[in-house]
């Protein structure tokens, strides 16, 4: 039952890694777009979180519907004042430049929150557990994977049954002629930036509800958040909720083996996926 356990938590952790790696998968799957700095947009996320909370004195969860609308205002205008400009044949521009972004954010991170770690309070949900099939289950990290689901699900949705996703994917099979079309790049760009970061806001604060965090963590969550991507397979949504779910308990697998293999297991996993399949378990299915 120790074995059950540890599988099915690594599967409820896989939603908070597919939460992470939700926004990364969407952009890539649009512009062709890494966003280095994803890792410290969850963070900040967590952090504009945190000052809600404790300035409106609301629950983390209700946080969200504040947190998210601003996070994808701040995305549109980043894509539109600053990551268009990069955007093209060459992929050195972008990173370039969101490498710096990712500097700048955890340096005003710092200044203004300090380093000291900081987490939001959820109240009695931290602790609320369900039992189901002999097994004592968490209702965070179970409420965390159905957000998760909901999300991909959402985004699937939004990507293959609105006019929304039909520009998106016009401008992602061919700039050019989408903008014959009548699309405008720079605004469908801004606005899939702008999805992806309210995903991400998402992931910010559930990130600051289940652990502490303080500005330098990001790195850490862009990498479980680019492991569950290629795992998955670059662009694909239910893809990036498998590669999570696979990373997840490769970890707890590896923990329970021996606590010091909790990450050198996701690793390793990560690693010998991608040496038999480079493109992912799923590869990007268009249309």
Known sequence: MDWVNAVVQGILLGGLYALFAAGLSLIFGVMRLVNIAHGDMIVLGAYLGLSVTAVLGIHPLLALFIVVPCMAIIGYVLQRGILNQTLGGDLLPPLLV??????????????????????????????????????????????????????????????????????????????????????????????????????????????????SFDPSVGGGRLIFGFEAVIIGGLGNLWGTLAGGVILGVAQTIGAKIDPGWQLLAGHLVFLAILAVRPNGLFPRISG
């Not at 009695?124 to 179970?142: C, F, M, Q, R």
């Not at 293959?160 to 405008?184: C, H, K, P, V, W």
């Not at 992806?196 to 559930?206: D, N, P, Q, S, Y």
Request: proline share 3%; charged share 10%; glycine share 10%.
């Open 98 to 211: 969101t490498f710096g972004l990712s500097v700048i954010l955890q340096n005003a991170l710092l200044e203004i929150y300090t380093a000291d770690p900081q987490k939001m309070n959820a109240g009695a949900l931290e602790t609320a557990s369900v039992p189901i099939g002999g097994l004592s289950l968490g209702l965070l990290p179970l409420l965390t994977f159905a957000m998760a689901v909901v999300v991909i699900a959402s985004l699937q949705w939004t990507f293959y049954r609105t006019a929304l996703g039909r520009a998106f994917r016009a401008t992602s099979d061919n700039q050019e002629i989408a903008q014959l079309m009548g699309l405008n790049k720079r605004h469908i760009f801004g606005l899939a930036m702008a999805l992806a970061l309210g995903v991400t806001a998402i992931a910010g604060i559930m990130l600051g509800i289940r652990t």
